[in-house]
Nanobody, 115 residues
Framework: QLQLVESGGALVQPGGSLRLSCAAS????????MGWHRQAPGRERELVAS???????VYADSVRGRFTISRDNVKKTVYLQMNSLKPEDTAVYYC?????????WGQGTEVTVSS
């Protein structure tokens, strides 16, 4: 069974940095497209960044140049390095995994950017 567990969310001041982690179970991580999405209060969930098995990446316009997605296939973990954080980055961040027609979501980790 595939499961994802996110960590790293916190309260951070504007301009600060955080690194989110998402650990996956199972044996298909290296074949998976991994992504980070976020949902702010009152808003729909949106894609933040994703990375294919060949490490091609996609970023939302709002985070390009500030956020970096990366993966470690040995640790079966995907990361989201977030720099120059803004109050509008405040949201619950969800990891997801797409592989062999399946989509799996983590439980989310909360990021609050506030002074």
């Amino acid at each position: 069974q595939l499961q994802l567990v996110e960590s790293g969310g916190a309260l951070v001041q504007p301009g600060g940095s955080l690194r989110l982690s998402c650990a996956a179970s199972g044996n298909v991580f290296s074949a998976s497209t991994m992504g980070w999405h976020r949902q702010a209060p009152g808003r729909e969930r949106e894609l933040v960044a994703s990375m294919t098995p060949t490490e091609s990446t996609v970023y939302a316009d709002s985070v390009r140049g500030r956020f970096t997605i990366s993966r470690d296939n040995v640790k079966k973990t995907v990361y989201l390095q977030m720099n120059s954080l803004k109050p509008e980055d405040t949201a619950v961040y969800y990891c997801n995994q797409r592989v062999f027609g399946r989509i799996v979501w983590g439980q989310g980790t909360e990021v609050t950017v506030s002074s």
